[in-house]
């Protein structure tokens, strides 16, 4: 069944603390990986899409990375404004259909 | 350049009723999505469209339906309102079906009493 895990579900962590996300993911023909970010009350925000293994994305502070099973969300050195839900997803292609799946997502906290 | 834009914001209606919600995508592209978002199940794929057909669906009840003008514009409707459909409903749109960076438009917050 196609599915995508992501954990820790939520995340506490001190301004300038360094941490990873993790989204493992099974789909049938994948067609890319992507992270979104989503304040509350608002939709998702585009972040990055990644397409092979070993491809890697830096915007800023984060720095996304995929490997045949999973990706990582890095976040370096995180401020207070880094404070979202981080969402994962995969476009897959399974019962002669594409479609989008997401993971539940991870509730990331940065404290001042 | 304007993003995507989706109205009503909310609503607030009865079991049983109808209910159509709207979306607009940002200019120039052509495929739409919709999606439900609960706190328990996260985001969901209800359908896609492009060039005013129907791509690909997700594993939602045929109460649910979508369609798509010439103008990429997108209208989602819900018949016979039940309170689980209750949600954060999302639109988002991409260049086509090929481009698969989605852009979300803020959400219909839709309420079933």
């Known amino acids: 069944e196609d599915q995508v895990t992501q954990s820790p579900e939520a995340l506490r962590l001190q301004e300038g603390e360094s941490s990873s996300l993790n989204c493992s993911y099974t789909?049938?023909?994948?067609?890319?990986l992507f992270w979104y970010r989503q304040d509350p009350g608002k939709g998702p925000e585009f972040l990055f899409t990644l397409y092979s293994a070993g491809e890697e994305k830096e915007k800023e502070r984060l720095k996304a990375t995929l490997t045949k099973k999973e990706s990582f969300l890095h976040i370096t050195a995180p401020k207070p404004e880094d404070s979202a839900t981080y969402l994962c997803?995969?476009?897959?292609?399974?019962?002669?259909?594409?479609?989008?799946?997401f993971g539940t997502g991870t509730r990331l906290k940065v404290l001042a | 350049k304007a993003g995507v834009t989706q109205t009503p914001r909310y609503l607030i209606k009865t079991r049983g009723q109808q209910v159509t919600l709207s979306c607009s995508p940002i200019?120039?592209?052509?495929?739409v999505s919709w999606y439900q978002q609960t706190p328990g199940q996260g985001l969901q794929f209800l359908f896609e469209?492009?060039?005013?057909?129907?791509?690909n669906k997700g594993n939602f009840p045929g109460r649910f339906s979508g369609r798509q003008f010439s103008n990429s514009r997108s209208e989602m409707n819900v018949s016979t309102l039940e309170l689980g459909d209750s949600a954060l409903y999302l639109c988002?749109?991409?260049?086509?079906?090929?481009?698969?960076?989605?852009?979300f438009g803020p959400g219909t917050r839709l309420t079933v009493t």
């Open positions: 997803a995969v476009r897959g292609y399974t019962s002669g259909t594409y479609k989008y799946i």
């Open positions: 469209y492009f060039s005013e057909t129907q791509r």
């Open positions: 789909v049938s023909g994948l067609r890319g």
């Open positions: 988002a749109s991409t260049l086509g079906p090929t481009s698969y960076e989605q852009y």
């Open positions: 200019s120039g592209h052509r495929s």
